[in-house]
Nanobody, 125 residues
Framework: VQLQASGGGLVQAGDSLRLSCVAS????????MGWFRQAPGKEREFVAA????????YYADSVKGRFTISRDNAKNTVYLQMNSLKPEDTAVYYC???????????????????WGQGTLVTVSS
């Protein structure tokens, strides 16, 4: 499975961005999908995840209420709508696919076997 993330850019604090991640796999709906991020000098961390059907989602506390993950299985695409961006949201954002046979999305990084190349989000104060 190849994942292509896009939508990053330079914005000001309080602005919004929507990230997209397109998967090459026609069986996209077989995968739970997640977004992770890595800030300069820090470890990669979980942001949000969504179940295969889109019926369940899960967020890191740091983004809850500001970010929304969604997916369109007909377009093989998962989205991350980011509102009220803060400078601490600055990072490279990665999408990832979890092929476990479950409708329970997870924050556990090792569950994700396919990763996109990342898209840079920079939030200025």
């Amino acid at each position: 499975v190849q994942l292509q993330a896009s939508g990053g850019g330079l914005v000001q604090a309080g602005d919004s961005l929507r990230l997209s991640c397109v998967a090459s796999e026609r069986a996209f709906s077989d995968f739970n999908m997640g977004w992770f991020r890595q800030a300069p000098g820090k470890e990669r961390e979980f942001v949000a995840a969504i179940s295969r059907s889109g019926g369940r989602s899960y967020y890191a506390d740091s983004v809850k209420g500001r970010f929304t993950i969604s997916r369109d299985n007909a377009k093989n695409t998962v989205y991350l709508q980011m509102n009220s961006l803060k400078p601490e949201d600055t990072a490279v954002y990665y999408c990832a696919a979890d092929q476990r046979f479950t409708e329970r999305p997870t924050a556990v990084m090792t569950a994700y076997v396919y990763w996109g190349q990342g898209t840079l989000v920079t939030v200025s104060s």
